[in-house]
């Protein structure tokens, strides 16, 4: 990709995959607030029709898509009646198209989950900027997605705030695993975890959580799915294996670190004894932005940390045993094939069947296990097999919770 390209004033359109989450609002603030740089030419959700009708009344975007057949005809409805110039696409073929639009040079990819696979890589064949919010695209797909990015010439630039702050602390050529130089330079990447609601919890009071406490994430405001992987600390272990792919590193060179304050968002550990943070408030606008416009930067509409005012920054190790889906990252990671993509479907099944007050929420990490270690994959490094995958191993693990987590 021309990165020279990007850095014209000329305005850019942007599309947002998963525009009514907390991420994809963030990202149309920060393109209001530099509107003369960047436009919406593509808004994309799955089925919140009243907010994506407000989004394409303020912002006009060309087009609108809906994975929901039915909200997507809601949608159109709604537009037709005020003579709204925005078409409304539906459907996964309606994403692709996106994606693959020559016209549209920055995907932000903020769609939750293994959904946001197909999107994602038809953008980087395309040779597109990808401001990669959805980590499970990486987690399931890492070779596959690299590689893409790499033949399509595209530029993949994380989003996650723990990501983009070990994508701000390396060197430019360190920055994309596809091109690391002098890497053994780098001794280690440090993630760094708030913890969650529960990080003071006892294994049994945890048994005991009800959805209301493991949504109320105490520093980010954030979607379900991803408050609950924070509460498990399978965000974090996800975010082990999407490093690995991103940066070009082995398992064993990510530490992960629990700093409650939120305020450093990760470091990197060099071969002299230095140590790099990227700190900032914790608001997704920061990353955001950083995101979009690099290797330049813009206005987030964020409030620099106030020093004088921080009373201390608290660092502890993580606990394995309270936290098993920690453990379970790794153990999927070391394992390679298509262990991570095992893991990540049983636990999309496993945190919807919680939220939906059908397990506990220690069962979460329960069916994760069972799926990974008694799961057998096919091997696979194409779309269709990892969605055929995607698909048996869900079906795996719902068998496993409707036999009530009995083998």
């Known amino acids: 990709m021309d990165l020279a390209g990007l850095s014209e004033t000329s305005i850019q359109s942007v599309a947002i995959f998963g525009s009514t989450g907390s991420v994809g609002v963030s990202t149309i603030d920060v393109i209001q607030r530099n509107s003369d740089r960047y436009q919406i030419a593509a808004l994309c959700a799955n089925k919140n029709v009243d907010l994506l009708f407000q989004q394409c009344v303020d912002h006009k975007p060309r087009f609108a898509a809906m994975a929901d057949a039915a909200a997507a005809s809601e949608l159109s409805s709604r537009l037709r009646q005020i003579d709204s110039a925005t078409v409304v696409l539906f459907g996964n073929d309606a994403q692709d198209k996106i994606a693959a639009d020559p016209d549209i040079p920055i995907v932000m990819a903020a769609i939750v989950g293994f959904a946001g696979l197909g999107p994602t890589l038809i953008a980087a064949r395309a040779g597109k900027k990808i401001l990669l919010a959805n980590k499970e695209s990486m987690v399931v797909a890492g070779r596959l997605l690299t590689d893409a990015?790499?033949?399509?010439?595209?530029?993949?630039v994380p989003v996650d705030s723990e990501h983009n702050a070990i994508f701000q602390c390396l060197p430019a050529?360190?920055?994309?695993?596809?091109?690391?130089?002098?890497?053994?330079?780098?001794?280690?990447?440090?993630?760094?975890?708030?913890?969650?609601?529960?990080?003071?919890?006892?294994?049994?009071?945890?048994?005991?959580?009800?959805?209301?406490?493991?949504?109320?994430?105490?520093?980010?405001?954030?979607?379900?799915?991803?408050?609950?992987?924070?509460?498990?600390?399978?965000?974090?272990?996800?975010?082990?294996?999407?490093?690995?792919?991103?940066?070009?590193?082995?398992?064993?060179?990510?530490?992960?670190?629990?700093?409650?304050?939120?305020?450093?968002?990760?470091?990197?550990?060099?071969?002299?004894?230095?140590?790099?943070?990227?700190?900032?408030?914790?608001?997704?606008?920061?990353?955001?932005?950083n995101a979009m416009a690099w290797p330049e930067r813009i206005d987030a509409g964020v409030d620099p940390i106030d020093f004088e005012s921080l009373a201390a920054l608290e660092f502890e190790a993580p606990d394995y045993n309270r936290f098993p889906c920690l453990a379970l990252a790794r153990e999927a990671m070391r394992s390679g094939g298509a262990a991570n993509g095992v893991l990540n479907a049983a636990n999309e099944v496993a945190v919807q069947q919680f939220l939906d007050e059908r397990i506990g929420f220690t069962d979460i990490a329960r069916v994760n296990a069972h799926a990974l270690r008694n799961f057998t994959p096919q091997i696979t490094n194409t779309v269709a097999g990892l969605q055929a995958m995607d698909r048996d191993a869900r079906g795996f693990a719902n068998d496993y919770i409707c036999n009530g987590l009995r083998a």
């Open 173 to 289: 050529a360190n920055q994309h695993g596809a091109s690391v130089q002098r890497a053994e330079e780098i001794q280690q990447l440090v993630l760094t975890a708030s913890g969650g609601p529960f990080r003071c919890w006892t294994e049994s009071q945890m048994q005991q959580a009800t959805v209301a406490q493991a949504i109320n994430h105490p520093n980010w405001s954030m979607g379900s799915k991803i408050s609950v992987d924070s509460a498990t600390m399978m965000n974090k272990g996800l975010e082990i294996i999407e490093a690995c792919f991103l940066f070009g590193v082995d398992e064993s060179q990510i530490e992960v670190l629990v700093h409650p304050q939120s305020v450093i968002h990760s470091m990197v550990r060099y071969c002299d004894g230095s140590v790099l943070a990227q700190l900032g408030q914790p608001d997704m606008r920061t990353p955001i932005a």
């Open 149 to 156: 990015a790499r033949a399509g010439n595209s530029v993949i």
